[in-house]
C-alpha cells in the first residue's frame, strides 16, 4: 500500500524556520520526481517544490523561492522541505506529493504568528 506521511509542522513566529518530512512507503520511492504543495483557508491548492528522482534538478515557486529548500534521502525514502524566513502568510497545511501521480499524504500545518 502506498503511503506518504508528513511531519514537522507546528506553531512558529514570523521570521523563525522549520523542517518537514514526508515518509514514504509501498513504492519505489526512488524513481520518482516529489512535489511539496500547500494549502491556505479558502485557497487554491499552491505548487511549493519539486526535486527530481536523484536530487539533480530542483524547482520552487516564486512565493518560496530563496527561503524554502526541498531535499531527499532515497535510502530513507523521505523528502524533507526546509523552510527559513518564514512570514504569516506561509501559514498552511503542507502536503507531499509523487510526481504525476494521485498519492499524496495527509497534511502537516504549518502556523505562521506571533
Known amino acids: 500500500e502506498v503511503q506518504l506521511v508528513e511531519s514537522g509542522g507546528g506553531l512558529v513566529q514570523p521570521g523563525g524556520s522549520l523542517r518537514l518530512s514526508c515518509a514514504a512507503s509501498?513504492?519505489?520511492?526512488?524513481?520518482?520526481?516529489m512535489n511539496w504543495f500547500r494549502q491556505a483557508p479558502g485557497k487554491e491548492r499552491e505548487w511549493i517544490a519539486r526535486?527530481?528522482?536523484?536530487?539533480?534538478?530542483?524547482s520552487y515557486a516564486d512565493s518560496v523561492k530563496g527561503r524554502f529548500t526541498i531535499s531527499r534521502d532515497n535510502a530513507k525514502n523521505t523528502v524533507y522541505l526546509q523552510m527559513h524566513s518564514l512570514k504569516p502568510e506561509d501559514t498552511a497545511v503542507y502536503y507531499c506529493?509523487?510526481?504525476?501521480?494521485?498519492?499524496w499524504g495527509q497534511g502537516t500545518l504549518v502556523t505562521v504568528s506571533s
Open positions: 506529493n509523487a510526481a504525476f501521480t494521485k498519492w
Open positions: 526535486i527530481n528522482s536523484r536530487s539533480i534538478t530542483t
Open positions: 509501498g513504492f519505489s520511492f526512488s524513481s520518482y520526481a
